[in-house]
Each structure stands twice: as C-alpha cells, then as structure tokens.
C-alpha cells in the first residue's frame, strides 16, 4: 500500500469508526426505550432533546446511504467479485425495513396507545437496534480487513 493509499484507508477508518461511534449511542438509547426506560414514544418523538426518529434520520440513514454507495463497490472491487458485499446488502436491507416499521409505530401512533400497541413498539424498536448491531459487527468484519491496520 502507498503512502497515499495509507493515509486515504486512515481517513475512511476514522471516519467509519467516529460514524459507528453515534450509531452505538443511537442503538443504545432504542435498547432504553425498548426496555420500558421512560415513555417509548416520547423517546421516538423527542420533545426537548432530540427524538430517536430524528437521529435515525441524522446518523444512521446517512451512514447507511454511505456505505451503499462507497463501501459496497469497494468491498467488491477489492475481494474480486460483485458478490462480496451480498451479505452486507441483506442485513441493509432488512435494517431499512425495520427502520421503516418503527417510524409506521410513530405515524400510527395515538394519545392513549393500548399495551400491546407498546409493546409491539417496544419490540420493534429491540428488533431494529438488534439488527443495527448485528449489521455493524457484520460490517467490521469485513470492512477492517480491508482497511488493514490501525495504525497503518
């Protein structure tokens, strides 16, 4: 790998890294609300802090555009075939489902939702912060190797 090569991999990783750092936080806060920590569709609405739904919107729709349009292409080119990232396009896929199904509970929504109207809120945002994690650990799996070290 080039001096240049090196130090564009360095800037991808620490990007990727400082973009999966917000996801984190994001999924951590779903796994609260799916929890019972306080009022689930507060937490999906905001109010005075920013609604989970707003930061789906801010960190992870943005991340998962990128990584559609730059990281799959590349991860492709560089393992040689167009079938390389297949597992990465499902999982992104079916994220995107489930952020579609969360923000249905949202639109959906009443003043007085029943318990299991909750609940299937609950698990559905459980549901999405699940597959969230699972995609990210999938993708550091397959994107650092390709990244190669750290402090390369």
Same mark, same amino acid.
């Given at each position: 790998?080039?001096?240049?090569?090196?130090?564009? %991999?360095?800037?991808?990783?620490?990007? !990727?890294?400082?973009?999966?750092?917000?996801?984190?936080?994001?999924?951590? =806060?779903?796994? @609260?609300?799916?929890?019972?920590?306080?009022?689930? +569709? %507060?937490?999906?609405?905001?109010?005075?802090?920013?609604?989970?739904?707003?930061?789906?919107?801010?960190?992870? /729709? $943005?991340? #998962?555009?990128?990584?559609?349009a730059?990281?799959? $292409?590349?991860?492709?080119?560089?393992?040689?075939?167009?079938?390389?990232?297949?597992? #990465?396009?499902r999982?992104?896929? @079916?994220?995107?489902?489930?952020?579609?199904r969360v923000?249905?509970? !949202?639109?959906?929504? =009443?003043?007085?939702?029943? =318990?299991?109207? *909750?609940?299937d809120?609950?698990?559905? /945002?459980?549901? *999405?912060?699940?597959? +969230?994690?699972?995609? #990210?650990?999938? @993708?550091?799996?397959? #994107?650092?190797?390709? *990244?190669? $070290?750290?402090?390369?």
């Amino acid at each position: 790998m080039s001096l240049a090569e090196g130090r564009a %991999a360095s800037a991808v990783r620490r990007t !990727w890294r400082e973009e999966q750092h917000e996801i984190a936080q994001v999924v951590a =806060r779903m796994m @609260q609300a799916a929890d019972g920590a306080g009022d689930v +569709l %507060a937490a999906l609405g905001g109010g005075s802090a920013r609604g989970l739904l707003d930061a789906i919107e801010q960190h992870v /729709l $943005p991340y #998962l555009d990128w990584e559609e349009a730059i990281c799959h $292409p590349v991860i492709d080119r560089v393992a040689g075939s167009p079938l390389a990232s297949r597992l #990465l396009r499902r999982q992104l896929r @079916q994220v995107r489902g489930r952020i579609q199904r969360v923000e249905a509970d !949202w639109s959906v929504r =009443r003043l007085a939702p029943t =318990r299991r109207e *909750l609940r299937d809120v609950r698990a559905h /945002l459980r549901d *999405l912060a699940t597959a +969230l994690r699972a995609h #990210l650990e999938q @993708q550091d799996r397959i #994107l650092a190797p390709m *990244l190669g $070290p750290a402090g390369a």
